[in-house]
């Protein structure tokens, strides 16, 4: 026997199949609760009546739900809306009488049609009569309308957050290319033999960064290759002038982290924080991982400057692009401090894998 897939069964297509059994239980359920409310034992008699007058039924129901809804009442018409709702009432009410008038009461009532006047009608009853089942089919409708809408907003702010996230990484790709051309112009100038080794390690950054970063996340392994890489081209830099300890524990493999996240933070040092430095300068970066949990520290010592500032360190194009991301990406689920100490600059990052 061939199993039916929820999940893809696709009910537009058997969309005026459901419409006609919705109509059909409708019309039984009708019946018999009239069967039972006046107490007719012929339950095929009162099937045959209301199967005369539930056209107009069926008429008021799509009218309402299909023209009036669409057109008026979600594009905020409500006055346009109410008038021709009055009036479409009136009119289906008169028709279902006359339907009922001609044919239903000479058929099923010929003793006492003589006696029945056209227009001596309860006109409460008959619009409730009419407009409850108009008022279940219009609610399924505008049932329909909010979920689809619902979808529609939801696909739109995903939408919107993914060309926000693309924005942010191509904001960081351009700064942290700059700064590393700069430290390339700086060696060119010494006319200094490290200079093809800034280029090669150079190229292996940017194809990293034009083609393997373009997913959503990326290997912990390769984060930690691209920081290593990063700080080869600083301490070519640098030479022996600068003290880097890069420490890693835990298990790195498997996990997956959004790509660029990281090596922001180690930018910020070098351009804020080192590049001012004079004498001594030195960073010490910890990763580690824990279960899900990992746990970023970078800390570097400071120029003793009046110049130097917090807000200059702290609010620079990276980390506010990288603060944007963690709230994108990984909403309620990191923490991230800036501490601005005596002699030195901290970051700690911890982010729930």
């Known amino acids: 026997m061939q199993s039916v897939n929820i999940k893809n069964f696709d009910f537009n297509k058997y969309r005026i199949i459901w419409h006609i059994l919705f109509w059909l239980l409708y019309l039984i359920l009708h019946a018999f609760s009239s069967n039972i409310y006046y107490e007719d034992s012929n339950i095929y008699k009162i099937l045959a009546k209301y199967s005369i007058s539930i056209p107009i039924d069926i008429l008021a129901a799509y009218f309402t739900a299909y023209y009036l809804l669409p057109k008026f009442l979600l594009k905020g018409k409500y006055i346009h809306f109410m008038v021709i709702f009055f009036l479409s009432a009136i009119f289906f009410i008169f028709f279902q009488r006359a339907l009922m008038f001609y044919i239903s009461y000479p058929i099923f009532?010929?003793?006492?049609?003589?006696?029945?006047?056209?227009?001596?009608?309860?006109?409460?009853?008959?619009?409730?009569?009419?407009?409850?089942?108009?008022?279940?089919?219009a609610?399924?409708?505008?049932?329909?309308?909010?979920?689809?809408?619902?979808?529609?907003?939801?696909?739109?702010?995903?939408?919107?957050?993914?060309?926000e996230l693309k924005f942010l990484k191509s904001q960081i790709h351009p700064h942290f290319l700059f700064n590393t051309l700069n430290n390339l112009y700086a060696l060119t100038l010494d006319k200094s033999d490290l200079a093809p080794e800034v280029v090669i390690k150079l190229s292996d950054l940017l194809d990293y960064m034009?083609?393997?970063?373009?997913t959503p996340k990326v290997s912990l392994d390769k984060e930690i290759k691209l920081i290593n890489d990063y700080l080869s081209l600083e301490k070519i830099r640098y030479r022996k002038e600068l003290i880097i300890n890069f420490d890693i524990s835990g298990k790195t493999s498997g996990k997956q982290i959004a790509p660029m996240l990281l090596l922001p933070f180690i930018e910020n040092s070098f351009k804020h924080g080192l590049s001012k430095k004079k004498n001594n300068p030195w960073i010490n970066i910890t990763l580690v991982t824990k279960n899900e949990a990992l746990h970023f520290n970078v800390k570097n010592n400071k120029a003793i400057s009046k110049i130097m500032k917090k807000e200059e360190y702290t609010e620079g194009i990276g980390l506010k692009n990288v603060r944007r991301r963690l709230d994108l990406l990984y909403e309620g689920a990191y923490k991230l401090e800036l501490m601005d100490n005596d002699d030195s600059f901290e970051i700690n990052l911890e982010i729930n894998l």
């Open 210 to 214: 034009l083609y393997e970063c373009n």
């Open 139 to 163: 609610s399924i409708k505008l049932l329909k309308y909010w979920f689809k809408n619902q979808q529609t907003t939801r696909l739109l702010e995903k939408e919107k957050l993914e060309a």
């Open 109 to 137: 009532y010929s003793e006492s049609y003589q006696n029945i006047k056209f227009f001596k009608i309860n006109y409460i009853f008959s619009f409730f009569n009419i407009y409850a089942i108009v008022g279940i089919f």
